[in-house]
């Protein structure tokens, strides 16, 4: 019979920091944006080579362009291919905007709205009066949105243990899912419909600092320190058949709905506590592997000569009951011990915030809604 030893939990020294959950001085730290948006909108302009000749404030990088925004280190793409009939512009709303995005506003389409008016003056690229009527009007196209939301920690090296967590419970769990080293989790890396992403944001900052000049920047990288980022960002093949390569089709209840499964998909906090006593409602076969798992067989349902989509159910189905991830190399307890305070930490401190509040200054004038 196999002897089954427990496996090494990456980063278990940190882990005893989950036990304690914070009690936090002020109020968590909440916030939820539209950062990054990729657009097509119909505009016959002047070839970009011949504006950049001509002394337009644009930079050429391969087939693209890119544009600066007046915060150092940041910047837009644009590029018109084919026959230019359409000009496409991506760049995150937060940043191109204000110079940050650890925090922003949840409206897709002011915010879309405004980072093609920004890129264009600053691009000093002129539309005609029907163009600019019809992107006021949202008669464009997405092609692009990421979305973001923060879980405040109450620490930074909470916040790093909540991603040891998170990377523990995804190490070999599906195919689909990468894992770095440094904390951050992927899933569907590479895919062209739609890719999410965990990660500590004070440490992208240390990599990445904040631009100068950013309005309030030492509460952002204060706040940045203690918390867990997730994102998704979807592409034409997500947001076609949902409807939402439309900027009217979207709201915050939308992009809250959208960030919370993500978040939680992430972070692995729904479901069953795992426990293998909850096993009777299995069949018998499956009964029988999970006690072979149990002792030590990991590759027991990776065996046999069933389907690979008969696989997947099996293992769908015991950790849809049990809480058992038969992917991990860790015990059903060593799981339990990582999710139970794990759930707990993002009931204390995962929230939304939209800073629509604060958005002048933040940008550092009014928001033009239409051109005039």
């Given at each position: ?10 980063g278990?020294?940190q ?7 914070p009690?936090?001085?002020e109020?968590p730290?909440?916030?939820?944006l539209?950062?990054?948006?990729k657009?097509r ?5 002047v070839?970009?080579?011949?504006l ?5 404030p644009i930079h ?5 362009y ?13 590029y018109?291919p084919?026959n ?5 512009i991506?760049g995150s709303v ?5 110079g940050q995005?650890?925090?922003g506003?949840e409206d897709v389409a002011?915010g ?10 600053r691009?000093?690229?002129?539309l005609d009066v ?7 009007q949202g ?6 949105v990421?979305?973001a ?5 109450g ?9 040891v967590?998170?990377?523990?419970l ?9 894992v770095?080293?440094?904390g ?6 590479r895919?062209s419909?739609?890719t999410?992403k965990?990660?500590?944001?004070g440490?992208?900052?240390?990599h990445?600092?904040m631009?100068q000049g950013?309005?309030r ?13 997730f994102?998704?960002?979807?592409r034409p093949k997500c947001l ?16 809250r ?6 978040a939680?998909?992430?972070?692995r906090?729904?479901?069953v506590?795992?426990?293998?006593q909850?096993s009777n409602?299995?069949?018998?076969l499956?009964?029988a ?15 046999g000569?069933t389907?690979?989509a008969t ?7 015991i950790?849809d009951i049990?809480?058992?991830?038969v992917?991990l190399p860790?015990t059903a307890e060593q799981?339990?011990t990582?999710?139970?305070p794990l759930r707990?930490l ?7 915030a939209d800073?629509?509040?604060?958005w002048?200054q933040l ?6 809604r239409?051109?005039?």
């Amino acid at each position: 019979m196999f002897q089954r030893q427990p496996a090494q939990i990456y980063g278990s020294q940190q882990l005893h920091l989950l036990q304690d959950i914070p009690s936090y001085d002020e109020p968590p730290f909440f916030s939820s944006l539209v950062d990054t948006v990729k657009v097509r909108i119909d505009a016959q302009v002047v070839p970009l080579n011949e504006l950049m000749e001509a002394g337009a404030p644009i930079h050429r990088n391969g087939k693209r362009y890119t544009v600066n925004s007046r915060f150092e280190g940041v910047s837009a793409n644009i590029y018109r291919p084919g026959n230019g009939k359409y000009l496409y512009i991506e760049g995150s709303v937060a940043k191109f905007l204000t110079g940050q995005n650890v925090v922003g506003i949840e409206d897709v389409a002011a915010g879309s709205l405004e980072l093609i008016q920004a890129v264009l003056s600053r691009a000093d690229i002129r539309l005609d009066v029907s163009e600019r009527r019809r992107i006021s009007q949202g008669r464009y196209t997405l092609t692009r949105v990421d979305l973001a939301v923060h879980c405040d920690c109450g620490s930074p090296a909470r916040a790093g243990a909540m991603m040891v967590a998170v990377r523990n419970l995804h190490l070999g769990s599906a195919h689909n899912v990468s894992v770095y080293k440094a904390g951050s989790v992927y899933k569907n890396q590479r895919s062209s419909y739609e890719t999410t992403k965990s990660y500590l944001k004070g440490r992208e900052l240390e990599h990445r600092p904040m631009s100068q000049g950013v309005f309030r920047r030492e509460d952002w990288l204060s706040a940045a320190d203690s918390i867990v980022r997730f994102e998704r960002s979807m592409r034409p093949k997500c947001l076609v058949p949902r409807g939402l390569a439309w900027p009217g089709a979207w709201s915050a209840d939308v992009v809250r709905e959208l960030l919370d499964e993500t978040a939680r998909d992430l972070a692995r906090i729904d479901g069953v506590v795992p426990d293998i006593q909850k096993s009777n409602r299995l069949t018998r076969l499956s009964r029988a592997k999970l006690r072979a798992w149990s002792c030590g067989d990991l590759n027991i349902f990776n065996e046999g000569a069933t389907s690979e989509a008969t696989k997947r159910a099996e293992r769908k189905a015991i950790f849809d009951i049990t809480g058992i991830d038969v992917n991990l190399p860790l015990t059903a307890e060593q799981q339990a011990t990582l999710l139970v305070p794990l759930r707990e930490l993002f009931a204390a401190g995962f929230g939304f915030a939209d800073h629509e509040h604060i958005w002048n200054q933040l940008t550092g004038r009014g928001r033009p809604r239409r051109w005039v």
